[in-house]
């Protein structure tokens, strides 16, 4: 049995390969650069470096429908945003394998954070109150009639890229306007989203036409960016709210494959506010395995054309840490100027503190990533640990749609 997963460069890639080899499967992993850590598992039987997802998205596609031509696998199976960008080719890839995937037009209406008011309002679920300026001028209008704390969002983004949490309504307006810069985004202008102080909560979904069949709730114990991000150290928790609304919106979608969300917790409410959709696996599916619910299996019967019962619950209470990544949590807030000795100690204090946990990577039987990962991890250390660090990690594993929109359909056509 043959499988292709694509891209490898994440730990919930590396989880999900080594999960397949145990099942049986025989992996060949695609991703845009040599410095994929995963790609070194032995879980993997062949590695093939495609063109840049987000520099080249028309190359990488063209370098996976090459391989189903030349190869014959089982299925496809693409890990974190690429699947946004092969969803678009699924017709041509099924000729091929099989392939599980929503239409690219819902995935990227349901990704888009200026979308989610309309659907999250449809489908009954909470959000935060959000502002869509349509002009520039409009934007400062709006953040200078504001006497609270705001979240500035592009309206696509991984891992709070280009976000930004701003407590002092006075520098919105500057903020705002910084960001746009930065990002290029005057073609497609940031929310304006209500901050929420609270516990990041976090979930991710394998439904069925738009039915849950199993799901993972967590909170994050701490996250990278410090504001809100990625989590680094992560435990399962009971959240009957947070079950409510994805089932809410997994049958307002009726969506069949993997989705997650992210809801910030109001600390003074314990009210839930949707904050985030992506439709994909999230790396909470690690977590979900050591806690009870293997959606990685389940999600293989789906492929093979196996009906899903509801997968059994989780067990609350179950910790996983990503290690280096942890890591950077502590390095971030040892050198964070606005915070003072005591805090920092106190972080210190914290992050040594052992706890009952399991590791994302760790594995004492396959090595290879862990070394690759750290080479590369000393070798860029001052640039991680700059502001746009979690971009640079990922660079060649985030999917950009305008990068993606150009050229669209000469590409499409050298590929039906």
Same mark, same amino acid.
């Given at each position: 049995m043959k499988a292709l997963v694509t891209t490898a460069s994440t730990p919930t890639s590396l989880f999900l390969v080594r999960r397949l080899k145990q099942m049986g499967y025989k992996v060949t992993t695609v991703d845009s650069h040599t410095r994929s850590f995963v790609s070194y598992s032995n879980a993997v039987s062949k590695r093939i470096i495609a063109p840049s997802l987000r520099y080249d998205p028309h190359g990488f596609a063209e370098a996976i429908i090459d391989e189903l031509r030349q190869e014959q696998y089982d299925f496809y199976l693409p890990v974190l945003e690429c699947g946004y960008l092969m969803s678009y080719y699924q017709d041509t890839i099924k000729q091929y394998t099989k392939m599980i995937s929503m239409p690219y037009h819902h995935i990227t209406h349901v990704h888009n954070k200026n979308a989610m008011r309309d659907y999250a309002k449809r489908a009954q679920v909470r959000t935060p109150h959000t502002l869509a300026p349509d002009t520039l001028k409009d934007a400062f209008r709006m953040l200078e009639t504001l006497d609270s704390a705001v979240v500035i969002k592009p309206q696509v983004a991984c891992n709070a890229h280009g976000q930004k949490i701003v407590l002092d309504p006075k520098e919105a307006v500057w903020e705002y306007g910084r960001i746009v810069k930065q990002y290029g985004l005057e073609a497609q202008l940031p929310i304006i989203q209500q901050y929420i102080k609270g516990t990041l909560i976090s979930s991710v979904n394998l439904a069925v036409n738009g039915e849950v069949k199993g799901n993972v709730v967590f909170r994050a114990l701490r996250t990278v960016p410090t504001s809100g991000g990625t989590s680094s150290y992560r435990e399962t928790v009971a959240s009957p709210e947070a079950e409510l609304f994805d089932a809410r919106l997994i049958k307002h979608f009726n969506w069949t494959g993997f989705i997650s969300f992210d809801y910030m917790e109001d600390e003074s409410t314990g009210n839930l506010y949707l904050i985030d959709c992506n439709p994909r696996i999230a790396p909470g599916a690690t977590l979900?395995?050591?806690?009870?619910?293997?959606?990685?299996?389940?999600?293989?019967?789906?492929?093979?054309?196996?009906?899903?019962?509801?997968?059994?619950?989780?067990?609350?209470?179950?910790?996983?840490?990503?290690?280096?990544?942890?890591?950077?949590?502590?390095?971030?807030?040892?050198?964070?100027?606005?915070?003072?000795?005591?805090?920092?100690?106190?972080?210190?204090?914290?992050? /040594?503190?052992? +706890?009952? #946990?399991?590791? =994302?990577?760790?594995?004492?039987?396959?090595?290879? %990533?862990?070394? $690759?990962?750290?080479?590369?991890?000393?070798?860029?250390?001052?640039?991680?640990?700059?502001?746009?660090?979690?971009? /640079?990690?990922? +660079?060649? #594993?985030?999917? =950009?749609?305008?990068?993606?929109?150009?050229?669209? %359909?000469?590409? $499409?056509?050298?590929?039906?």
């Open positions: 979900g395995y050591f806690a009870g619910v293997d959606l990685v299996e389940a999600f293989v019967d789906l492929l093979n054309g196996k009906d899903i019962a509801i997968l059994p619950k989780q067990q609350n209470g179950v910790r996983c840490k990503l290690k280096f990544l942890d890591l950077g949590w502590l390095l971030y807030n040892l050198i964070d100027k606005g915070l003072s000795g005591k805090q920092k100690r106190q972080c210190f204090k914290t992050w /040594i503190k052992r +706890e009952k #946990s399991y590791n =994302d990577i760790e594995d004492i039987h396959d090595m290879r %990533p862990w070394f $690759a990962l750290y080479a590369f991890l000393l070798g860029n250390i001052g640039k991680l640990l700059g502001s746009d660090g979690g971009e /640079i990690f990922l +660079e060649h #594993s985030l999917y =950009d749609e305008d990068t993606f929109g150009k050229g669209l %359909p000469e590409s $499409a056509a050298t590929m039906l």
